[in-house]
């Protein structure tokens, strides 16, 4: 893809997070200062990010998501489409980190019957992602290695995975994800939305 055409589709991409982003704001009976107050971040970034001036990283999300009460995938997907069995994987949704470079697919249908959820990572050499403890409603995940090796940091314990290995593990406590080898890493996330912790 040519340069101009990345750019284009980046500005699409944050025009629609910022659009998403303010509707779950909005939904939440939230101001802007009490989401910067919530999540820790400035209210002229949240500004600038429901603008799209500005392109929100994972780390950025994941405080927002934190203090909306509501998934990545929730602002990422972005499709408002009825539940569908079938998505193709022209048509699932993709999304970049401009800071560290992670790449995030979401491969299950948008609001699936079965509530389950999949993502598709890809952690390139030398990433490293943290995301804020869940203060509300956390749900367990499964992440289990396609390819390469990543280490999971909660708290401060690490676990590095390797190729099929598969890690249950809550989103209640922070969380980094890092590549500390010099190759691209890959792997699945599965949550079963809507199952908080405790009850999965």
Same mark, same amino acid.
């Given at each position: 893809?040519?340069?101009?055409a990345?750019?284009?589709?980046q500005?699409?991409?944050?025009?629609?997070?910022g659009?998403?982003l303010?509707?779950l704001?909005?939904?939440?009976?939230?101001?802007?200062?009490?989401?910067?107050t919530r999540s820790? @971040?400035?209210?002229?970034? $949240?500004g600038?990010?429901?603008?799209?001036?500005?392109?929100?990283?994972?780390?950025?999300?994941?405080?927002?998501?934190?203090?909306? !009460?509501v998934?990545?995938?929730?602002?990422?997907?972005l499709a408002?489409k009825?539940?569908?069995?079938? @998505?193709?994987?022209a048509? %699932?949704p993709?999304?970049?980190?401009?800071?560290?470079?992670?790449?995030?697919?979401?491969?299950?249908?948008? !609001?699936?019957?079965?509530?389950?959820? $999949?993502?598709?990572?890809?952690?390139?050499?030398?990433?490293?992602?943290?995301?804020?403890?869940?203060?509300?409603n956390a749900f367990? %995940?499964?992440?289990?290695?396609?390819?390469?090796?990543i280490?999971?940091?909660?708290?401060?314990k690490?676990v =590095?995975?390797h190729?099929?290995?598969c890690?249950?593990?809550?989103?209640? =406590?922070?969380?980094?994800?890092?590549?500390?080898t010099r %190759? !691209?890493a890959?792997? @699945? $996330?599965?949550t079963?939305?809507?199952?908080?912790y405790g009850?999965?």
């Amino acid at each position: 893809m040519k340069a101009g055409a990345k750019k284009m589709d980046q500005q699409k991409l944050d025009r629609a997070v910022g659009r998403r982003l303010k509707t779950l704001r909005t939904q939440a009976g939230m101001t802007l200062n009490e989401l910067a107050t919530r999540s820790g @971040v400035s209210r002229a970034m $949240i500004g600038r990010v429901e603008r799209a001036q500005s392109s929100a990283t994972a780390a950025l999300l994941g405080k927002l998501c934190a203090a909306l !009460d509501v998934s990545l995938s929730d602002v990422v997907a972005l499709a408002e489409k009825p539940p569908e069995r079938l @998505v193709r994987l022209a048509d %699932q949704p993709h999304w970049r980190d401009p800071e560290s470079g992670y790449r995030r697919r979401h491969a299950s249908p948008t !609001d699936a019957a079965s509530g389950i959820e $999949i993502i598709v990572v890809d952690l390139p050499a030398g990433a490293r992602v943290p995301y804020s403890p869940w203060g509300r409603n956390a749900f367990t %995940q499964q992440l289990l290695m396609l390819e390469g090796a990543i280490a999971v940091h909660i708290d401060a314990k690490a676990v =590095r995975l390797h190729e099929g290995d598969c890690l249950d593990f809550d989103v209640m =406590r922070a969380v980094i994800f890092e590549n500390e080898t010099r %190759q !691209d890493a890959r792997y @699945v $996330i599965i949550t079963r939305r809507g199952a908080s912790y405790g009850k999965m």
